[in-house]
């Protein structure tokens, strides 16, 4: 393709979600290099929507997820993360949409409307598991090669996708940056203020944290949301819209084997035995790649400087101010958004 053309495509790309956001988000411009200014947040909240959801058959589940953009544009999958769903990204999908992209947003197992084919099926939520159904869902739909991204267990997922099948990920947007692990890494200790941010993760490693956590779902994921985004007002109708999706019968069986398995105190499943094995060498990630923290990730989260040597390929990291937490795409849309744009450019 002719370099100009290649230039002047970009170029149009960029300024139309710059359009977008400006109309749709009441946000103008973003800071050059390195650090990036959220803006103005969306508003008014909680009224935004997909269009109807769709459902595959994907490896053990049946996915439910929304698609927005043209079928025959760029493909983007957007994961999200716990105790979140696919609303975390309604607003990044609109401006990638906006912008020519296939935009993909699955519910993860035991999420929203995604279920086990078989209710015989082992309901599994170690990463390699996730991992997996990304892939499954790709096959299913037929998408050789996606832009992937995703934070909290998305971004996971995302990376080990990236990791382990590069030839299916053409780039990467990571928040909160590497975070493949393994059980043998989960059962060193950390120094306590460490220890004192996952007090979730224990609490889950009891019968009474699954019991807790099954009669007040919606109140510890509330609270999750707040310590996690300290500087985000969410209203009610924001955060019902995605509590709606922690319903989902397999979700309080996914979520507690989850952070069991990474404490080595729940088994996983044999036949992901050679990609645990894998993962726990601490694979490079070789795909292009943007990694983005929020300045006010009120949730566990690594130091960029602890694992920009794990990305080998084209990569940067931006450091998101205006007090963006956690749910970095649904608190900062357009800096998700653009990093998306920028990675999938190269």
Known sequence: MNHDITLDRRRFLAGMVT????????????????????????????????????????????????????????????????????????????????????????????????????????QNGQPAALATDVVALMDALQIRQAVLGGFDWGARTADIVAALWPERCKALVAVSGYLIGNQEAGKVPLPPKAEFQWWYQFYFATERGRVGYEKYRDEFAKLIWQLASPKWNFDDATFARSAASLGNPDHVSIVIHNYRWRLGLAEGESKYADLEKRLATAPVITVPTITLE?????????????????????????????????????????????????????
């Open 19 to 122: 359009a977008v956001a400006a109309s749709q988000l009441g946000m103008m411009g973003s800071a050059e290099g390195e650090s990036q200014t959220a803006g103005q947040r969306p508003l008014p909240q909680g009224n935004r929507a997909f269009g109807p959801l769709k459902q595959v058959d994907a490896g053990v589940l049946r996915v439910g997820y929304a698609e927005a953009g043209p079928s025959d544009g760029p493909t983007v999958i957007l994961l999200h993360g716990w105790p979140y769903d696919i609303h975390s990204f309604v607003d990044v999908a609109s401006l990638l949409a906006s912008a020519g992209y296939r935009v993909i947003v699955p519910h993860l197992r035991g999420y929203g409307t995604t279920r086990f084919l078989s209710s015989e099926t082992f």
């Open 294 to 346: 929020g300045d006010a990730n009120g949730a566990p989260h690594p130091e960029p400087s602890s694992y920009a040597k794990r990305f080998v390929g084209s990569y940067k990291h931006r450091f998101v101010t205006g007090g963006i937490g956690h749910n970095l795409p649904q608190e900062a849309p357009k800096a998700f958004a653009d990093a998306v744009l920028e990675v999938a450019g190269r």
